[in-house]
Structures are given as C-alpha cells and as structure tokens.
C-alpha cells in the first residue's frame, strides 16, 4: 500500500532524538482485530461470553469479526511495511491454539501465526509476540479463571505450544499484556471479561497471573535453542498526591502500590512490597504464596514492555470530605490534572511519561524499556476516502515521543516504541466506539485507510534511520 504523500504536520523531533538501533513498531491484539471468532477451531473466550452479557459492551459489540484480520493478514502485513516500521506487536488467541485451555495443540489455529510470522519476516519486519492479551478460553474461567492456581499452569502449558512452533523465527515473547487489567479490572470491578466483583479473587489473581508468566518464561527459557528476548508488558501510569498534605501523599502511595509496585516488586526484587501485604492482611486478605512461588515469579527476563496512556493524582479525601469509605478503608481519590482530555476522557499528560520511565530506571535498574503501547482515542471525523486529518492524535504521538526521549536524555534505558494501534479496533467494553487506530477502518467495507498520524509516523521513523 502506498501511503499519501501530503505534507504531515512540521511536528517533527531533533534529529539526534532516537538513534539508528532504536525499535519502532505498531500493535495490535488478537481479540480486537482477529474476527473469525468461531472459525479453524477456536472456541470461545472469556471475552466472547462477556459481549453476550447485556450492557456489558457498548452497543452490544463483540469480536466475532472486528478488522477481519484472520482473513486479510497478508493485506495488513503490507500496510504494516508501508508504515516503515521495524516490528509488529501481536497477540496470540489461547483459545485459537489450544481450543477449550487443555489438551491438545489446534494446528490449524497454530497455523495462522506460523503463516503471520513468516509473511512478516517475508516483509522485513520482526515479529514481537504476546502470548496473553486477555482471551482466556471460556472452560478455564468456568474451573475458576486466574483466582484458580491451576490456570497458571495451564498457562504454561499453552506457550510452550506457541514457543516450540515459532522460537525459530520470533526472537521477542512476552508473556502477558497489562495483568492488572485482567485482576482488577476483571475480577474486581467487573468492567472487563468475566466481570466478576470479588476483591479477593482480584489479589489471588494477581499472584497466579505473576506465577504463570514465571513458569512460562522459565520453561521457554528452558527449551530454547537460540537466546530470546523474555518479557512482560505492564500498564503503568504516575501516581501524585493531588496536594501535599499527608493524606493525599498516602493516597498517592497506595495508588501505587496497588498498580505498579504489585507487579514490579515481585518480578523485579522477588517479593510483594510490604506496605500492600500489610493493608491487604488488615483486610483478612493473604496473597496465595505457596512455597518456591517467589523465585518462580522473579526469573529473571530482558525486557519490560511499558503500556503508557496517561498519569494521575490522587487525594486521601473524597467528594463529602472523608477520609474513609463506606467499607472503612482509606480513600484512594482518582484525580486528573487539569489538561486537555482525549475521547475516553483520559487526561494527556506526557510529562508524566517522562517521569515514570525515569523511575522505573531509577527503581528497577538494569531493565531495558520499550513503550510497548502509547497511544489516544479521539472522535475521528473520515472523509469520503476514509482518510482522517487528526492533527490532535498526531501531536499526542509527537508530544509523546518527546516525552521518552527526554526521559533518553535523563539516562532511561529505553529501547524502543511501539504506537497502540495499527489500526481502529475493539476497544473492550467501549466496543467499536473508540478508535486508537493510526489507520482508519470502515467497519462495513473493512477498508484501511492509513490516518494523518500514520504519514507523521512514517516520516518521523524515516528521520531516524541512517
Ligand atoms: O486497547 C487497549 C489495549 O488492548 C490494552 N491497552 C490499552 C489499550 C487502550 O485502552
């Protein structure tokens, strides 16, 4: 595909911002852009149930066809190529691989990747693979999904299948995308597949989602042939008091606690941080450790993929003044600075970029970092071809990349950027609504047409090469 060649916005980064070895890529995951929900062997997932639930989705949208990808793979693998990009981050569907989440490899599900990885690699760009962005298959949310230990394992189990078909060819694999959204999101507060509301489950969930991606990279790591790049991907954002008074910096750490040391702390340093263990054990509420767990979850990996959208303040007092709640636990306000809003409403905030990839330098050293998302929904207006002038997710990627390269500059080892999304898609419970993507998708025809921000894209990748 031929990209326009219209002038982009003179948005351009200095020249010396991002060197030559730098990684630049687009995702996408399996269930927003795959379709053929009920095709080659796939069963349901989690995700495939919770559409059906009614007002769960926006609209009662579902994935059943979404972008159709299944069926235009090598059409989007071309687009993907116009883009100039280095990589393509994709997720593989668990329940298209392993139908029902045991027994036996599906090879004709299988397949699709191995054919996905090979047209890639045909194109010039390097596959990055995420094992888990959410379809857990349906039977094992009904044995009792995340909050059951057994689902690590089973984990396991299924990307290791994944591992022996495409270790040849995929140097990248991470195991999980964004774990706090299957916790607490999922099992606490309901918004996302299976929709569940059990703070319990959500903590017990966390551990076996940590547990699992520390089994899986073990026994990759285990069966490789050749070295790989191991990873896990988290969504993070910056936690600050909204003022400096000792309730709203105590809000400000708990908020942290709950959504990044959580998952960091034990992949990183081999135990939970202690301030959270000791609030949860005031609410009777043990994480489910059980003995050799903690070194299993620390295996060591090389990369963190870092999914970034926005960053927050917090207050320890709510809208009537309290400092506790209904269920007596302390308040842990949401507050968004005061700054421009994108069309999920989620403040733009790119010095917080900045901020947190410096930290995480500073606080969990000798991690190399890739923006493994960053990217905004906006209410795109397409003209008669489908194209979309989005001056404004154009400067929010503009805005943005400036943001990690400052954070280059202050000594983060950052390593690459990938834009979320390839293309408009299935954004979750949002459904259809939403489009992060940098091309244009007609739901009727599912015709591509690459957006303003796509043309930005590729000319601001152009400027980096030798
Ligand atoms: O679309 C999602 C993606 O699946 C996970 N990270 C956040 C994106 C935007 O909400």
Not at 18 to 35: H, K, L
Not at 196 to 213: E, M, N, P, T, Y
Not at 245 to 269: E, Q, V
Request: glycine share 8%; with cysteine.
């Amino acid at each position: 595909m031929n990209l326009p060649t219209a002038p982009s916005p003179t948005l351009l980064l200095p020249g010396d911002a991002f060197p030559p070895t730098f990684e630049w890529g687009v995702a996408t995951s399996s269930y927003q852009i795959e379709g053929a929900a009920k095709e080659g062997g796939r069963t349901p997932s989690i995700w495939d149930t919770f559409c059906r639930v009614p007002g769960a989705v926006h609209n009662g949208d579902h994935g059943d066809v979404a972008c159709d990808h299944y069926h235009r793979m090598p059409q989007d693998v071309a687009l993907i190529k116009s883009l100039g990009v280095d990589s393509y981050r994709f997720s593989v569907a668990w329940p298209r691989v392993q139908p029902h989440g045991r027994g036996p490899v599906n090879p004709e599900g299988l397949a699709f990747y191995d054919r996905l990885v090979d047209e890639l690699l045909t194109n010039g760009i390097k596959p990055w693979v995420t094992l888990y962005h959410w379809d857990l298959p349906q039977e094992l949310e009904d044995a009792g999904g995340w909050p059951n230990r057994d689902t690590a394992y089973r984990f396991a189990d299924y990307a290791m299948m994944v591992f022996d078909k495409l270790q040849d060819r995929v140097e990248t694999i991470t195991t999980l995308n964004e774990p706090w959204c299957s916790a607490w999101l999922g099992y606490h507060v309901g918004v996302h597949a299976p929709g569940r509301k059990d703070f319990r489950a959500s903590i017990d969930a966390v551990h076996h989602l940590l547990l699992g991606h520390g089994l899986a990279t073990q026994r990759m790591r285990a069966a490789e042939t050749t070295p790989h790049r191991y990873g896990i991907t988290l969504n993070m954002g910056t936690a600050d008091p909204a003022e400096d008074t000792d309730a709203d910096r105590d809000a400000a750490r708990r908020a942290d606690g709950m959504g990044l040391r959580l998952y960091l702390d034990p992949l990183r340093k081999g135990y939970y941080p202690p301030d959270m263990v000791d609030e949860l054990s005031q609410q009777g509420i043990a994480l489910p450790i059980q003995d050799g767990d903690m070194e299993i979850i620390a295996e060591p990996f090389e990369v963190l993929g870092v999914n970034f959208y926005f960053g927050q303040d917090f207050s320890g007092v709510d809208e009537q003044g309290r400092t506790h709640g209904d269920d007596g636990q302390p308040v842990v306000r949401q507050v968004f600075p005061g700054t421009a809003r994108t069309a999920m409403d989620w403040p733009i905030t790119p010095e917080r970029l900045t901020q947190l990839l410096v930290r995480l330098h500073r606080d969990y050293p000798g991690l190399p970092l890739v923006i493994t998302e960053n990217g905004a929904a906006f209410d795109d207006t397409a003209d008669e071809q489908g194209y979309v002038a989005d001056d404004d997710r154009t400067t929010y990627f503009a805005e943005h990349l400036a943001a990690v390269a400052e954070a280059r500059n202050q000594g983060a080892d950052i390593r690459g950027y990938f834009a979320w999304s390839l293309m408009d898609n299935f954004e979750w419970a949002y459904g259809y609504d939403k489009r992060f993507g940098i091309v244009h998708v007609d739901y009727d025809t599912q015709k591509r047409t690459p957006k303003q921000s796509a043309v930005w894209y590729r000319d601001t990748i152009a400027q980096y090469r030798d």
